[in-house]
């Protein structure tokens, strides 16, 4: 089992989010800026999923869907 670091998760994030909606798994991990195990990948595909910042179609296709603006946003609300 591979723990990834934080800037591992960062790239992959960043990377997917560059090519949000046009490549599968396998595409997004070749278009990284540096290796990193396949085995480590999934791990933060599948944290990626978990917190809601990416989406996988059925057709494999992964999108990034994290929406920080929207996100600040919400958190600045008062309740009231």
């Given at each position: ?44 595909i599948?944290?990626?999923?978990e ?30």
């Amino acid at each position: 089992f591979r723990s990834p670091t934080l800037d591992t998760v960062r790239m992959v994030e960043k990377t997917i989010e560059k090519n949000s909606g046009e490549f599968k798994k396998t595409q997004i991990w070749e278009k990284l800026p540096r290796k990193v195990m396949w085995s480590t990948y999934l791990t933060v595909i599948n944290y990626l999923e978990e917190i809601n910042h990416v989406i996988i179609s059925e057709n494999g296709i992964i999108t990034h869907i994290w929406n920080p603006k929207l996100a600040r946003k919400i958190n600045s609300r008062k309740s009231y």
